[in-house]
């Protein structure tokens, strides 16, 4: 945290001055209080008015003082939060997928938000209480002295006191502010599960175990603030105990001293100000030193992301190129690869060539391989072993963002964001203006209903593209890949979270974006891929078959088995449909 507060030098020393100021003007209280009684008890009544003149400069003083104070704190910790926030973001841009495979985004959402917060209170109320309480009670501690030095140590005698309570419950407060982010971090991952998949909680009528399973996550949550209100509790008694004997200690002898004769009425009702101002610093220390041990877990769950190494220095690298680049072919010699952690290999001695204008079709079942395959292409991941050049060119070699201009991805989900339309095919090219976009629709066969909607290239599409069919977020998708314009194609079945007449209009939009590209396509429905110049069937991470369509089908193996059984169940499908249509009179 101190080299975000390192950049607001000049905030803190404002926030300094403030501070001293408000110490001063409190002790002048604690001599109005004195200077009042005393003139009152010796009716002195000149000395009254002047006395009464400096109290409202005084009160001024403390109006003024007390806004600049409170101003500097929350804009210091403002800027903090939004540089905190900034760097994260950027920072986390740039890690390696394998990140984001291994973390819940609702965890990450959980310190952009919950941790951040916390980070920032510290920048500013707690680490200007921590140095204001100390010094105000310093200096009630030197008036004291000047008052009544036998009083003065008395009264300071509670302070080590104060300073060892806070010492043995920061630490559990520290360790249970800890474990209470990663319960919230863990019910924030639990809540964007659920909130973003109503219509599936709602078919399968699972209402009642999703909250029986948040009504956990919420009881630990309470438990961890339950136990932090027992420390809290327990630090505040102990503290208020100490300061109130030490408080009503002093009273006594000071009552003493007055009926003795050898202490002023005034001087008393000083001492009893200042007391305050040397017992509450002391009593609010703790709870001071607690919130910045919470802090203090917050920001440790903060830089433990922007601690993991990212896959690039600089966004300067991922530039998006004006120019189409150049590609002649893409290598795959022997590549295996096995995901971190995992023990059974994804990839086994994968070998392949793909060449300009090139179609190569990826089948195979679930779990084979595929999207692994585009995984290593992007550099999402390393291979572990074997070589994967571009141009001739090991990959490794090339920089990141040089390597992915080559590749225009299509996912089967579609990957839109909230915002609106243009927004979304802008991503493709950033630079690109509006007649750009409309002609990237138009050879998506997406225009049509794009100018159909109210606001047209304005309208949003809300989150993940909620507000459209999913036809029709597939065809934007296959609008940003057209404006991108690069000259492999990454085709991660398409068509196959779609009904028939979607995948119709999508199939022809793919084909306009296939023109003169290099393509590879894992293909679901294997009607759509026989046109491939190659045909690779994948299982457990190895290419067992490879062949054209036609020489497939002739060598009567798996891809043979594939193509008639999957044949076999379209064909019983289409059955099914017209006898529920004939069957309802249709």
């Not at 939004?82 to 760097?87: C, P, T, V």
């Not at 008395?154 to 080590?160: D, L």
């Not at 027992?230 to 109130?244: D, F, K, P, Y």
């Not at 974006?513 to 110049?533: E, W």
Request: charged share 20%; glycine share 8%.
């Amino acid at each position: 945290m101190s080299k975000y507060m390192l950049r607001h030098k000049l905030i803190y020393f404002i926030l300094i001055i403030t501070t001293l100021m408000g110490i001063t003007l409190e002790l002048m209280i604690a001599w109005f209080l004195s200077a009042v009684t005393d003139a009152a008890v010796h009716f002195d009544v000149d000395r009254l008015k002047n006395v009464i003149g400096i109290g409202l400069l005084m009160l001024a003083g403390i109006g003024v003082n007390g806004y600049a104070d409170a101003y500097f704190k929350n804009n210091v910790s403002a800027k903090i939060r939004n540089e905190l926030r900034q760097d994260m973001m950027k920072h986390t841009l740039k890690l390696p997928q394998s990140y984001f495979d291994r973390n819940h985004s609702g965890d990450l959402l959980s310190r952009f938000t919950n941790d951040n917060q916390s980070v920032g209170e510290a920048c500013g109320q707690v680490i200007i209480g921590l140095l204001r309480n100390p010094l105000l009670a310093l200096a009630a501690f030197a008036y004291l002295l000047y008052i009544h030095w036998l009083l003065a140590l008395i009264c300071f005698a509670m302070g080590p006191l104060m300073f060892l309570t806070g010492k043995v419950f920061g630490k559990a407060m520290r360790n249970n502010s800890i474990q209470l982010q990663q319960n919230m971090g863990k019910t924030t991952s639990f809540l964007n599960d659920i909130l973003g998949s109503s219509m599936v909680f709602k078919s399968f009528s699972i209402e009642p175990r999703l909250f029986k399973q948040y009504r956990k996550h919420s009881e630990n949550i309470a438990s961890g603030e339950l136990k932090r209100g027992s420390i809290e509790g327990a630090t505040s008694a102990v503290s208020s105990l100490l300061g109130n004997m030490t408080f009503l200690l002093a009273l006594v002898i000071a009552g003493y001293f007055v009926a003795k004769g050898s202490l002023e009425v005034g001087a008393m009702l000083a001492f009893i100000q200042l007391m305050n101002y040397l017992v509450n610093p002391f009593s609010a220390l703790p709870g001071l030193v607690a919130s910045m041990q919470q802090s203090l877990g917050a920001a440790g769950r903060i830089f433990e992301v922007m601690d993991v190494p990212a896959e690039v220095d600089s966004f300067e690298e991922s530039k998006q190129q004006t120019k189409t680049p150049n590609f002649q072919n893409m290598k795959l010699s022997d590549v295996s690869f096995t995901y971190p952690g995992a023990e059974i290999q994804s990839l086994n001695q994968v070998s392949l060539e793909l060449i300009r204008g090139q179609q190569i079709a990826i089948v195979g079942p679930s779990g084979g391989g595929k999207s692994t395959l585009f995984k290593l292409l992007l550099r999402f991941y390393d291979a572990d072993k074997g070589e994967l050049s571009l141009n001739e060119q090991p990959i490794g070699e090339i920089s990141l963002s040089r390597l992915r201009s080559h590749f225009a991805y299509v996912p089967q989900d579609s990957g839109l964001y909230s915002g609106t339309i243009r927004d979304n095919i802008r991503n493709g090219r950033l630079d690109a203006g509006d007649e750009e976009i409309l002609e990237a629709l138009r050879k998506a066969n997406a225009y049509d209903f794009v100018m159909a909607l109210p606001q047209g290239l304005d309208s949003e599409i809300g989150e993940e593209g909620t507000r459209l069919s999913g036809g029709q977020r597939q065809r934007l998708s296959i609008a940003r890949a057209i404006l991108k314009d690069a000259p492999i194609l990454l085709l991660d079945e398409a068509t196959a979270a779609l009904d028939n007449e979607s995948e119709k209009l999508v199939q022809q939009a793919i084909r306009k974006l296939m023109n003169d590209k290099s393509t590879l396509v894992i293909a679901h429905r294997l009607s759509t891929i026989q046109q491939a110049d190659l045909i690779l069937v994948m299982e457990n991470g190895s290419i067992v078959e490879r062949g054209n369509h036609e020489e497939l089908l002739s060598a009567g193996g798996r891809y043979h088995a594939l193509y008639y059984s999957q044949l076999e169940r379209e064909e019983e499908e289409g059955q099914m449909k017209e006898a529920m249509l004939s069957s309802t009179g249709h």
